[in-house]
Structures are given as C-alpha cells and as structure tokens.
C-alpha cells in the first residue's frame, strides 16, 4: 500500500495505546491524542482507537492474544500471526515509502532526498492464511499505528496477523519530518534519521531473497549484506555533506556570535512562528499543524533596537521525540545553544502545556542547553478565560500572556527583551579620532549611541552597551590609529 498512491482515498487509521505501569490513564489519552494530531497531520484519517495495559512493551506483537483479534476486526485481519510471503512490486510498502516523502517543491539547489534504488525493488508484504469470513461491524483500517516504538519483528507479526500495514510513533513523526523538510540541511538531517530507522527493518524482512555472487574465497555478499552495506555507505555519504554545511552555518553563526541572539524553543505548534513574524515582521511559515517548521530562520526585531536583537525560530519538540531525530538536528539547535536568552513558547490553552514544557528542557539538556537565561511565554492568552488567566498568573508569575494578534502584546514583550539587555550593559565614552574611518558607522550598530559631542580632534560620543563591545571597538581604534602611523 502506498499513502501517497492518490488523491481521492484516503487512508484508514486505527491507533494503538501502550499503558505502562507507571503511566495514568490522563498521560495514555493526551499521548493518543497527540499521535492522532500527528497522524492527520500525515493525511490520514483515524476512524478508531484501542488500547491495552501491558507490563512491558516486549512480547512478539505488545499486544496479548485477545487484543490482537479485536484489532484484526478493524483491519479484516485473522488476528494470527501467519507465514510472510514475497511479492515483487514497483514501490516499497507505506513504512519505506521513500521516494514520495518529501516536499512537492524543491528548494532551488537542493539535492533530492529518495530512497536509494536498491529498496525500491521489492515489497515484502504479510498474507494471512484466511480472511476474515463474517461480516465485519467496524469501518475497515487500512493502518495501524502504534504509539510507541516496535522492534522490527514485532511491525512484522502485527502486519502478518493484521493484514495491514503498521507503523510506530517513530515512522509517523520521521514520515512528517521528511515531508516538511525545506531547506537541504533539514533534508539531509531527515534523511539521515530515516536510513537509520529502515535499516533494521531491512534486515528483518529481506532474509528470504539472498543472492550471492563473485568467486574466490566464499559465497560473496548476500542480498541482505549487500543492502545493509549500501544503507552504511549512503549514511555516511550524508553525514559528510551535512558536516560541510555544517561548516557554512558555523560561519555565520560566528559572525553573529557578537550581537544579542534570542530562541524561541517550545513544543511543536505552540506558536512560535506566529510570534517569529509578529516580532520581526518576516514572511515565515505559519500553519496549525505540527512541525510544520523544520528549519531555523533568523531575524532582527522590528522596530530595529540599538544594539541590535536577533532571534532565532528552532524546530518544536514533541514528547518520544526519536533520538536520531535529536542528533540529526543538533546543528539546528545549536541556536538555541548559543542564544543569549531563551523564550520558552508554550500554548496557555493546552491543558497539558506543563508535561510539553519539561519535555522542551529535557531535550535542549540534551543537547548541553543549560545555564541560558530563560523567559516563559504563555501564548494564546486570548483562548483563555478570565479566571483561567488568573489562575496562571498565580501559578507562573514571572510568566508573561500574550497574543500573537495583539499588537499591544508584541510591543510589550520587546520591550521586556531590551530591558533583560540592557540590565548588563554599561554607560562609557568614546573617543573617536576624525582620521578614522567606519568606527563611528560599527559603534552605532552595536551599542546605543546617548550623546555626541565634536571638537577639533575627533567625536566624543556617549553610549550604552556591553563591556565587550566596547572592548572590541576599542581595540579597532587603536588598530586603526597603529595602521596609519
């Protein structure tokens, strides 16, 4: 089965809950119900839902016999984990789903992220032995989706008893990724943690079709080894073109390591893009779905201050965020590494904004994000009711409400960034020599210029800033001064 395959079915999804011991029946609904955002987000439409208290997620399906037959019901499974057979197709099953997982439009330059030919060949799908014979009283999945991680073996038992195909909390999240991915940083981080998600996957199922060729000493390379050496090969092919681009944004991120850089870090679709355009007036992407941005974007506020506040717009978090994930995009929040202040943006109107708070600082810790001032942004204060507001002014009272649509809101919170700013900052005098020319041009750019005062040798001007940046124009002048003489 392939998602993409057209336009006027849409696919059929049954989701799956895992209730640990340690995990209340509030925590399984709200992570259900955020897989369910995440699969419609995919473009599939879930008709159902089911759940099952486990001690583990082990087991050859997670799922206990009797759960097993009530999902195939969904499906028109046998509920029995049957023989897998082999059948030659044109496009890989809807979990390897490569090639037509990324964006309709291409950045210009940008290198296409497919899947690899050599995994394109075949589809290894799982047949039941018999179908099921009465009629089924459910709306027919054609999905099912776990909302937690399966072993490759168990997506093979769950697809061999449910005569559909499967997929974990990893493979939906992945899937998104690859599909909002713009920028060819972002592809290859996403393709990167894709390879990494198939491969074991690939073993699992291509152990029935192995050929063996050359001569010498042994059988050669089978099927199997052969693909699995393909995947490492092209991994690392990857991972040596993004270290070059790598290389690119260290240079500018250098270059702005000398001005006031602010994040905004949150759980995914909390608002952050939102607040991005309200405060820098920029044209990025702004859509109530999640992860709908992938790549960082940067900007100076608007109004320009003096000196001048950058900030940054980083990839949301979600809870059982897929550790490749978080590796491939470390360059992405090294933003947020490097930041002098970080907003903290959650949804105020979310009753769960609380658990995908610490879910944003145990990743960015992660990451070595730690020691960075911080500032929490309850956004959407306008979905709140009165008492509710109120309720979290006493609970967060350093916290600051707003509205993204409020204009009063925006300009309120510059204002509190240019105070936190400005609390570090010193006042101090600067002579400047009219010899010297582009000092007084780079002065006003990084600090706040008070006062000018001219007489016959040069400008005196009186500003506030940094020690720093005084430190460094400082020096420029007296480089500047040995330079002429």
């Not at 904004?353 to 070595?368: M, N």
Request: aromatic share 4%.
């Amino acid at each position: 089965m392939n998602m993409h395959s057209t336009e006027t079915k849409i696919q059929k999804a049954v989701l799956v809950g895992i209730q640990l011991p340690r995990t209340s029946d509030q925590e399984r609904e709200s992570s259900l119900d955020e897989l369910s955002r995440l699969v419609t987000t995919l473009g599939f439409e879930v008709i159902g839902r089911t759940s099952q208290r486990r001690s583990s997620t082990k087991g050859a399906t997670v799922l206990g016999d009797g759960k097993l037959l009530e999902l195939a019901k969904w499906t028109g499974g046998t509920g029995v984990i049957g023989p897998m057979i082999v059948k030659k197709k044109h496009k890989a099953s809807l979990r390897l789903d490569w090639k037509k997982g990324g964006n309709d439009e291409e950045e210009e330059g940008s290198t296409e992220s497919s899947l690899p030919d050599f995994l394109e060949e075949e589809e290894f799908v799982f047949e039941p032995e018999d179908s099921v014979e009465e009629e089924n009283p459910l709306e027919r999945a054609d999905v099912v989706i776990f909302d937690c991680d399966l072993s490759p073996s168990q997506l093979r038992n769950v697809e061999s008893a449910t005569g559909a195909s499967v997929l974990d909390r990893t493979g939906v999240i992945i899937e998104i990724f690859s599909r909002h991915a713009r920028t060819r940083a972002a592809r290859l981080q996403v393709e990167i943690a894709r390879l990494t998600y198939v491969a074991p996957r690939m073993r699992e199922t291509g152990a029935s079709d192995d050929r063996q060729g050359g001569g010498g000493k042994g059988a050669g390379e089978t099927s199997i080894e052969l693909d699995r050496r393909k995947i490492r090969d092209r991994i690392k092919e990857l991972k040596n073109e993004l270290e070059a681009i790598g290389q690119e944004h260290l240079t500018r991120r250098s270059r702005r390591d000398q001005e006031l850089c602010v994040a905004l870090v949150g759980y995914t679709n909390a608002g952050k893009s939102s607040l991005m355009r309200a405060m820098t007036g920029s044209e990025v992407l702004v859509a109530d779905k999640l992860f709908a941005t992938l790549d960082t974007t940067v900007r100076a506020i608007q109004p320009e201050t003096q000196p001048k506040i950058l900030l940054s717009d980083t990839v949301g978090f979600i809870k059982k965020l897929p550790h490749d994930l978080v590796a491939s995009f470390k360059s992405t929040l090294d933003e947020a590494l490097n930041a002098s202040l970080l907003l903290y943006v959650v949804d105020a109107a979310d009753p769960s904004f609380r658990s995908q708070l610490e879910v944003t600082k145990t990743t960015l810790a992660e990451v070595g994000v730690k020691d960075t001032p911080t500032m929490l942004i309850l956004n959407k204060r306008d979905r709140l009711t009165e008492e509710e507001s109120e309720a979290l002014r006493q609970e967060f009272p350093e916290a600051i409400q707003l509205s993204t649509r409020d204009p009063q809101d925006i300009h309120d919170l510059r204002e509190r960034m240019i105070k936190f700013f400005e609390q570090s900052m010193v006042e101090e005098d600067v002579m400047v020599p009219y010899s010297i020319q582009g000092i007084i041009g780079d002065l006003r750019a990084r600090v706040k210029v008070l006062a000018e005062e001219y007489d016959g040798s040069g400008v005196k001007i009186r500003a506030r800033g940094s020690a720093e940046d005084f430190a460094r124009i400082r020096s420029k002048i007296k480089q500047a001064i040995y330079d002429k003489e």
